[in-house]
């Protein structure tokens, strides 16, 4: 019997062995899948976190050309506001002097004195204007021009083609590239109709 049972014991023995072996086996074959599947959802978040960081440094790159842009246009056109708001005094000194006729001038030498001295104001206003590259717009005869004009009225016209500016109320002007102010004009429509 003493031979049974250690044969018994042992064989016990070898069956827990070999059930401690294979559970030890599927306990290492699950870490295993646990850590594959952990490295893979690792992977896939640090390529995540690598994706979003690539787009965040693209948007920030993106943000510093534009700022750049936007700062050197603000200062190639520093002066927009200014020239704008000095538009007007042109306006009355050219309305100025055209108000007053030659007949006016030769019968009264101190209407002569101011009509000289406002030509000689506007002249200086435009020659500073021009140094700071703030130019008149041409209008008066050639084709309207929608991008750069603005159309107040439309009128039959004799000899101006139709789709051409007859006059002015408004001079246009550009600063540098960039529109200042759109010329407000009278477009002619075209000959008028016989009657």
Same mark, same amino acid.
């Given at each position: ?33 646990? =850590? $594959? *599947? ?8 640090? @390529? ?7 787009? !965040? &440094? #693209? ?30 005094? =042109? $306006? *009355? ?8 006729? @030659? ?7 101190? !209407? &002569? #004195? ?32 929608? *991008? ?48």
């Amino acid at each position: 019997m003493n031979g049974n049972t250690n044969d018994n014991g042992h064989e016990l023995q070898e069956d827990i062995e070999m059930t401690g072996t294979a559970e030890d086996a599927a306990g290492e074959e699950q870490v295993e899948r646990n =850590v $594959d *599947n952990e490295l893979a959802v690792a992977l896939e978040e640090v @390529a995540a976190l690598k994706d979003r960081m690539l787009r !965040l &440094a #693209a948007d920030s790159e993106n943000f510093k050309k534009r700022m750049e842009r936007e700062r050197v246009a603000g200062l190639k056109y520093a002066g927009e506001q200014i020239f704008r708001e000095m538009l007007p005094v =042109v $306006d *009355n000194l050219e309305r100025a002097i055209s108000q007053i006729s @030659a007949d006016m001038l030769a019968t009264d030498k101190n !209407l &002569a #004195a101011l009509h000289e001295g406002v030509e000689l104001t506007l002249k200086s206003l435009l020659t500073t204007l021009d140094k700071f590259e703030v130019k008149p717009i041409d209008s008066v005869g050639l084709p309207f021009d929608p *991008n750069m004009q603005e159309a107040l009225t439309m009128e039959p016209h004799e000899t101006v083609p139709a789709s051409h500016v007859v006059s002015e109320f408004v001079k246009g002007y550009y600063y540098k590239d960039r529109l200042l102010r759109p010329a407000r004009v009278i477009v002619s429509s075209g000959k008028p109709a016989a009657q």
